[in-house]
Each structure stands twice: as structure tokens, then as C-alpha cells.
Nanobody, 122 residues
């Protein structure tokens, strides 16, 4: 059974930082591209970032480029997202998902963790 357990969210002031984690199990983590997807209140899913299976290639949506950093530890089956210079518009529930920017949202519809809430507010 695929399990994705996100953690690390919280309430932070604009300009602050957080580090999100996603503990994965039930599949061969090191063989899969992974992504972070977020959902702001009242809005649809938005792909945020992806990382290739060995971590050599990373991609980001334009609104987070230069502020967020995706990484992974294949020995620990864990995906990370470092969030820096946070803005109020980054407020959302953040989910990790198997797949790249084209497949992550579909993957989430089949297998979604509980997510981790990031709230950016002064």
C-alpha cells in the first residue's frame, strides 16, 4: 500500500522559512520522480515542484523559483521542500505525490496523504 506522510507545515510570517518533509512507503521510492502539489483555500490543485528519481533534475513553477528548493533522500525514502522568503500567496495545503508536473495531480487523486498546512500571515 502506498503511503505518503507529509509534515513540517505551520504558521510563519511573510519572509520566513519552513521545511516540509514527505515520508514515503509502499513503492520503490528511488525509482520514481516525485512532486509537491499545493491547494490554496477555495482553489484547485497547483503543481509546485518536481525532482527526478536520483535528484539530478529539479523543476519549479515560476511563482516559487528562487525561493523553494526540492530535494530527496533515497536512503530514507523521504522527499523535502525548503520554503524560503514565504509570501501570503504561498498559504496552502501542501501534498507530495508520485510523478512529474504532468502526472502528479492525477496521482494525488488516487493516493493522497493528509497534507501539511502552510499558513503565511503577519
Amino acid at each position: 500500500e502506498v503511503q505518503l506522510v507529509e509534515s513540517g507545515g505551520g504558521l510563519v510570517q511573510p519572509g520566513g522559512s519552513l521545511r516540509l518533509s514527505c515520508a514515503a512507503s509502499g513503492f520503490v521510492f528511488r525509482g520514481v520522480t516525485m512532486s509537491w502539489v499545493r491547494q490554496a483555500p477555495g482553489k484547485g490543485l497547483e503543481w509546485v515542484s518536481s525532482i527526478s528519481n536520483l535528484g539530478r533534475t529539479t523543476t519549479y513553477t515560476d511563482s516559487v523559483k528562487g525561493r523553494f528548493i526540492i530535494s530527496r533522500d533515497n536512503a530514507e525514502n523521504t522527499l523535502y521542500l525548503q520554503l524560503n522568503s514565504l509570501k501570503t500567496e504561498d498559504t496552502a495545503m501542501y501534498y507530495c505525490a508520485r510523478g512529474d508536473r504532468n502526472s502528479a495531480e492525477d496521482s494525488l487523486r488516487r493516493e493522497r496523504g493528509q497534507g501539511t498546512q502552510v499558513t503565511v500571515s503577519s
